[in-house]
């Protein structure tokens, strides 16, 4: 096993951790999906077809949400991974949490700034180059070797960790929280309870399967 920060289990008489055959999904797959999912969303805003066009303020909550849920999973499980089991993962850990502060300032600009406003489009394709940058930074260069590191079940345990953690995030962007254990495990979870509120009053899309209804 690695030296990868994995959430405790509760004790089994006469089993061991090796044992235990985990189920679930791969932490570096769930979050690969979500860098395949925030790509899709930022072309379907950039280069609109009619029905993007049409659904444009939802697609844009969307990705608003999808990102936010994936930014929180990835400060509270990905870096500290990264820095437990890589040799170089503390500057690689703390290059992302400073890029995802400035992908969240971005975010947070869109959020707020109407489609009809000049600085909208501008505001759009910041976002879209820092998910474009993310997705590689991470995808293409920190998830190979996570996977040459830590074993499967290491990564299906924090993948199982990771989905709770995007189901209790924020829905939107809040640069000023913590960004790192154990304060984001808390902190995240108490703001997305103030955040999902306002999306239900408001009617609010979060999920990208809700774009289809």
């Known amino acids: 096993m690695s030296a990868a920060p994995l959430p405790p289990l509760p004790p089994v008489p006469g089993i061991e951790d090796d044992d235990v055959d985990f189920g679930g999904y791969n932490m570096l ?32 909550d969307v990705l608003v949400a999808t990102l936010a849920r994936h930014l929180s999973a990835e400060e509270q499980y990905l870096y500290p991974t990264v820095k437990a089991v890589l040799p170089d993962g503390d500057p690689i850990a703390s290059q992302e949490v400073a890029a995802d502060a400035e992908l969240l300032l971005a975010l947070q600009r869109l959020h707020v700034t109407p489609a009809a406003d000049s600085s909208y489009q501008a505001a759009l394709e910041a976002v879209t180059s820092h998910v474009r940058d993310h997705n590689h930074r991470t995808g293409e260069e920190v998830f190979p070797r996570l996977r040459e590191q830590c074993t499967d079940t290491e990564l299906v345990r924090l993948g199982n960790r990771v989905q709770i953690a995007r189901g209790a995030a924020p829905t939107r962007p809040h640069p000023s929280t913590p960004s790192a254990p154990p304060l984001n495990k808390l902190v995240d979870p108490a703001v997305a309870v103030v955040d999902k509120i306002r999306d239900v009053l408001t009617r609010r899309t979060t999920w990208p399967e809700d774009l289809a209804s």
């Open 29 to 60: 797959d769930l979050l690969d999906e979500d860098h395949r999912e925030l790509a899709s969303l930022c072309e379907r805003l950039t280069a609109p077809g009619e029905q993007e066009k049409a659904k444009a303020r939802d697609i844009e």
